[in-house]
C-alpha cells in the first residue's frame, strides 16, 4: 500500500488492486482512492506457469470475489512476474479486469529504459517508502 505515495494512478483510483506476483507465491491488495481495504496471498507465482496458470487465475479470482473487487478494479502487477510476456493481457482476460505492469512509479532522475523495470521492485520500493515515513522495515 505504500506504493501509494510513488504512484499517482494508485492514490486516484476509486478501486486499484496490487497484484504483487512472485516466483512461487503472490500477494494482492486491494485500495480504494489509495486506502487499503483488504489483502490476500495467493499459494502459486509464476514458477507454476504455464502449467498451472489456470489454477493461478482461479485462486486470484476467488480472492477478488472475496475483496469485492470482481468489478470497478484495475489490476496493477508488480514483482517478478510483473513483466512476464503476456501476462496483463492474460489476467485481463481471465478476469474480465484491465490489467498492466504498474509503470507509473514516480522516482526522480531514474533514466527511462530503468523506470520500465521498476514494476519488478515493488516491494522493495514500497519497504523502502514505509522506512522513510519513519515506519521501521
Same mark, same amino acid.
Given at each position: 500500500?505504500?506504493?501509494?505515495?510513488?504512484?499517482?494512478? +494508485?492514490? %486516484?483510483? !476509486? #478501486?486499484? @488492486?496490487?497484484?504483487? *506476483?512472485?516466483?512461487?507465491?503472490?500477494? +494482492?491488495? %486491494?485500495? !480504494? #482512492?489509495? @486506502?487499503?481495504?483488504? *489483502?490476500?496471498?495467493?499459494?502459486?507465482?509464476?514458477?507454476s506457469f504455464p502449467e498451472r496458470a489456470e489454477q493461478f487465475v482461479a485462486e486470484l479470482r476467488q480472492s477478488l470475489a472475496a475483496l469485492d473487487a470482481l468489478e470497478g478494479a484495475t489490476l496493477h502487477l508488480v514483482g517478478e512476474g510483473a513483466l512476464l510476456e503476456g501476462?496483463?493481457?492474460?489476467?485481463?482476460?481471465?478476469?474480465?479486469?484491465?490489467?498492466?505492469?504498474?509503470?507509473?512509479?514516480?522516482?526522480?532522475?531514474?533514466?527511462?529504459?530503468?523506470?520500465?523495470?521498476?514494476p519488478r521492485y515493488g516491494r522493495a520500493i514500497a519497504l523502502g517508502v514505509h522506512a522513510a515515513l519513519g515506519k521501521g522495515l
Open positions: 500500500s505504500q506504493l501509494v505515495f510513488v504512484s499517482e494512478p +494508485l492514490r %486516484v483510483a !476509486e #478501486r486499484a @488492486v496490487i497484484v504483487d *506476483i512472485g516466483g512461487k507465491r503472490s500477494d +494482492l491488495c %486491494v485500495l !480504494e #482512492r489509495g @486506502v487499503v481495504r483488504g *489483502i490476500r496471498s495467493l499459494s502459486r507465482g509464476v514458477s501476462l496483463s493481457a492474460f489476467l485481463a482476460d481471465r478476469t474480465g479486469l484491465p490489467a498492466a505492469a504498474l509503470v507509473d512509479l514516480s522516482l526522480e532522475g531514474l533514466p527511462e529504459d530503468k523506470q520500465r523495470e521498476l
